[in-house]
């Protein structure tokens, strides 16, 4: 069992004994906040090949209860945490079971684009918002009315790098993808922008997402010469992916490796040693963002989670919890479903990966996208920024 795993489950256990303890023997005047509460199920993989996710994501919702308090707006919020290994099945009973026998006023979480999509009809029959911190395919937030969403949308990077990439001298690129529906709006997204760009795509690989071998389909990008090849794995699979570049000997080809920030995440970054050095990616948050805001974030939360790096699903997860509680602020404490939702629709705050908004429409994120370049500082690997693209929306509903 990895160390990761063991501190996301040393977590969960502790923000159960609280619970406990708050159903429990409590004097009277914290019984009554806790009849005031404003519950919130977390559903994310514990357990299983995407734990990592969970482990960064719960520990960032932790930070901003950490740094703001358990109570707003006269409420006090209770985390209910859930492991749902990563199954869409798992998901939606849980989600299902949270709703009618568990209270909650909010769902959150949703590690995977179909973990999102199968909760999605229970939250809209439940009318109870579901804040997704993680889960990235663009017509997430489509699903159901009371969806908004505080990660990413692939299309913001992937769109970004493909015109980073034309307009920065390549000419040529392969994309390499996992086999899924975020994978494959990735590649879209960055051939769309790359083409435009005047640059051609010679070849587009899809990788399996269940035991994916990237071998085979590096040597056919080996095979394929191009300047650049553009990756898109889950976050959590990277350091995989870059262990079996460097097997090939692709990190020494002259092949420029570039792609989103999951390729380079940052709970993994250091571990992967200086074959990630040079990576070009675009992201919505690095641990090295430079603000002061975001140096006050990243030494907490390494302090509370034994040296662990934040990375963008950390980030999410924070201000997950931030768009709950700006919300609480905004209805006065009504936890009611569908004025929650409207509170959400249009907040904007400034979060450790910069200024963010929620788009009133779309309900998705409005964020800035960071173009970085890996490079080593104080002997450790970071992800720099090298130029911003301000105020991103996302570009498949823009399109639309």
């Given at each position: 069992?990895?160390?990761t795993r063991l501190?996301?489950?040393?977590?969960?256990?502790s923000?159960?004994?609280g619970v406990?303890?708050a159903?429990?023997g409590?004097?009277?005047s914290?019984?009554a906040?806790?009849?005031?509460?404003?519950?919130?199920?977390?559903?994310?993989?514990?357990?299983?090949p995407f734990a990592s996710?969970?482990a960064?994501e719960?520990?960032?919702?932790?930070?901003?209860?950490?740094?703001?308090?358990?109570t707003?707006a006269g409420?006090?919020?209770?985390?209910?945490v859930?492991d749902?290994?990563?199954s869409p099945?798992?998901t939606?009973r849980i989600a299902?079971e949270?709703?009618t026998?568990?209270?909650?006023?909010v769902?959150m979480g949703?590690g995977?684009?179909p973990?999102?999509?199968?909760?999605?009809?229970i939250?809209?029959?439940?009318?109870?918002p579901?804040?997704?911190?993680?889960?990235?395919?663009?017509?997430?937030?489509?699903?159901?009315p009371?969806?908004v969403?505080?990660?990413?949308?692939?299309p913001?990077?992937?769109?970004?790098?493909g015109?980073?990439?034309a307009?920065?001298?390549m000419?040529?690129?392969?994309?390499l993808?996992?086999?899924?529906?975020?994978?494959i709006?990735?590649?879209?997204w960055f051939?769309k922008?790359f083409?435009?760009?005047?640059?051609?795509?010679?070849?587009?690989l899809?990788?399996?997402?269940?035991n994916?071998?990237?071998?085979p389909?590096l040597?056919?990008?080996?095979?394929?010469?191009?300047?650049?090849?553009f990756?898109f794995v889950?976050?959590g699979?990277g350091a995989?992916?870059?262990?079996?570049f460097?097997?090939?000997?692709l990190?020494k080809s002259?092949?420029r490796?570039i792609?989103?920030?999951?390729?380079?995440?940052?709970?993994?970054?250091?571990?992967?040693?200086?074959?990630?050095l040079?990576?070009?990616?675009?992201?919505?948050?690095?641990?090295?963002h430079d603000?002061e805001?975001?140096?006050?974030f990243?030494?907490?939360?390494?302090?509370?989670?034994?040296?662990?790096?934040?990375?963008?699903?950390?980030?999410?997860?924070?201000d997950?919890?931030?768009l709950?509680?700006?919300?609480l602020?905004?209805?006065?404490?009504?936890?009611?479903?569908?004025k929650?939702?409207?509170?959400?629709?249009?907040?904007?705050?400034?979060?450790?990966r910069g200024?963010?908004?929620i788009?009133?429409?779309?309900?998705?994120i409005?964020?800035?996208?960071y173009i970085?370049?890996?490079?080593?500082?104080?002997g450790?690997?970071?992800s720099?920024?090298m130029?911003?693209?301000?105020a991103?929306?996302?570009?498949a509903k823009a399109a639309?």
């Amino acid at each position: 069992m990895t160390m990761t795993r063991l501190r996301f489950m040393a977590l969960a256990a502790s923000l159960s004994l609280g619970v406990a303890l708050a159903a429990g023997g409590l004097p009277q005047s914290a019984a009554a906040a806790a009849d005031r509460a404003v519950k919130i199920g977390l559903i994310l993989p514990i357990t299983g090949p995407f734990a990592s996710t969970g482990a960064e994501e719960l520990a960032g919702v932790k930070q901003y209860m950490a740094d703001h308090g358990k109570t707003v707006a006269g409420r006090t919020i209770e985390l209910v945490v859930k492991d749902d290994t990563g199954s869409p099945n798992e998901t939606k009973r849980i989600a299902q079971e949270l709703v009618t026998s568990g209270g909650v006023n909010v769902l959150m979480g949703f590690g995977l684009t179909p973990l999102a999509f199968a909760t999605a009809p229970i939250a809209t029959q439940a009318k109870v918002p579901m804040v997704v911190t993680a889960a990235a395919t663009s017509s997430v937030t489509e699903k159901s009315p009371y969806i908004v969403r505080t990660s990413f949308v692939t299309p913001q990077g992937a769109y970004t790098m493909g015109d980073w990439a034309a307009k920065n001298g390549m000419k040529s690129a392969v994309t390499l993808v996992t086999d899924y529906a975020p994978g494959i709006e990735e590649q879209d997204w960055f051939v769309k922008a790359f083409e435009t760009g005047g640059g051609k795509v010679v070849e587009q690989l899809k990788v399996p997402l269940k035991n994916p071998d990237f071998a085979p389909f590096l040597q056919r990008v080996a095979d394929d010469k191009p300047d650049a090849v553009f990756v898109f794995v889950p976050a959590g699979v990277g350091a995989q992916f870059m262990k079996q570049f460097r097997e090939r000997g692709l990190d020494k080809s002259g092949i420029r490796l570039i792609g989103t920030g999951d390729i380079v995440d940052d709970q993994f970054l250091n571990s992967m040693g200086d074959v990630a050095l040079g990576v070009v990616t675009a992201r919505d948050y690095t641990a090295a963002h430079d603000s002061e805001i975001n140096r006050k974030f990243v030494k907490a939360f390494e302090a509370a989670n034994d040296g662990m790096r934040p990375n963008f699903m950390a980030v999410g997860g924070y201000d997950g919890m931030a768009l709950v509680y700006h919300a609480l602020e905004k209805t006065k404490g009504d936890a009611s479903g569908p004025k929650l939702i409207e509170a959400m629709k249009g907040l904007s705050w400034e979060s450790p990966r910069g200024p963010i908004s929620i788009d009133p429409k779309t309900r998705d994120i409005v964020q800035n996208i960071y173009i970085n370049k890996v490079e080593k500082k104080d002997g450790q690997l970071y992800s720099v920024t090298m130029d911003t693209v301000k105020a991103v929306k996302d570009p498949a509903k823009a399109a639309k």
